[in-house]
T-cell receptor, first 112, second 117 residues
Framework: DQQVKQNSPSLSVQEGRISILNCDYT??????FLWYKKYPAEGPTFLISISSIKDKNEDGRFTVFLNKSAKHLSLHIVPSQPGDSAVYFCAASTDSWGKLQFGAGTQVVVTP | DAGVIQSPRHEVTEMGQEVTLRCKPI?????LFWYRQTMMRGLELLIYFNNNVPIDDSGMPEDRFSAKMPNASFSTLKIQPSEPRDSAVYFCASSFLGGGRGNNEQFFGPGTRLTVL
């Protein structure tokens, strides 16, 4: 039962342009959302998060938007850089113990 | 500061053998998570501990899998006997779960790539 879905397995974007990654969820009890970035042969690293009481959170080039009514969140990367090429995972939590459910990931390739 | 440490980084074993994966969480963290990543199932949570106590092991696939956390600085994930379908990358992650919600950031180790022949 995949409660967090990333329907785009891959995304190619030119350097300097905007990358938009999407994530949908089915569990309305999720109240905290995170994005992780993963390079090959490394573990995922935390990128940015958002609480369900907000609809936007920004950190430098990264902005996460949350639309609770649509059960949808997105990650915007502006401007995209070659170092942003990685797999991005969306994750959600409803558990006070910090348990996360992850999406399948989106491979982002930033081309020069 | 050292991050989450996992060993070994790579493990190749034959079907039927016992496999033990090890994890040292970040000092001061009180929660530890074991994940498995495969092409078919993505990143799935196997078990997690809080203050060394297993909280939820519903993700452990079979009785062949077991995990322990004897102290705050060490955890093991054991597979006995191992099977080819256990081949995957196993990640350990740790976090600090405080009194209030708001930061569930988990810090991941580099993973152990397990190949069962």
């Amino acid at each position: 039962d995949q409660q967090v879905k990333q329907n785009s397995p891959s995304l190619s974007v030119q350097e300097g342009r905007i990358s938009i990654l999407n994530c949908d969820y089915t569990n309305s009890m999720f109240d905290y959302f995170l994005w992780y970035k993963k390079y090959p042969a490394e573990g995922p690293t935390f990128l940015i998060s958002i609480s369900s009481i907000k609809d936007k959170n920004e950190d430098g080039r990264f902005t996460v938007f949350l639309n609770k009514s649509a059960k949808h969140l997105s990650l915007h990367i502006v401007p995209s850089q070659p170092g942003d090429s990685a797999v991005y995972f969306c994750a959600a939590s409803t558990d006070s113990w910090g348990k996360l459910q992850f999406g399948a990931g989106t491979q982002v390739v930033v081309t020069p | 500061d050292a991050g989450v440490i996992q060993s070994p980084r790579h493990e190749v074993t034959e079907m039927g053998q016992e496999v033990t994966l090890r994890c040292k969480p970040i000092s001061g963290h009180n929660s530890l998570f074991w994940y498995r990543q495969t092409m078919m199932r993505g990143l799935e949570l196997l078990i997690y501990f809080n203050n060394n106590v297993p909280i939820d092991d519903s993700g452990m696939p079979e009785d062949r899998f077991s995990a322990k956390m004897p102290n705050a600085s060490f955890s093991t994930l054991k597979i006995q006997p191992s099977e080819p379908r256990d081949s995957a990358v196993y990640f350990c992650a740790s976090s600090f779960l405080g009194g209030g919600r708001g930061n569930n950031e988990q810090f991941f180790g580099p993973g152990t790539r397990l190949t069962v022949l």
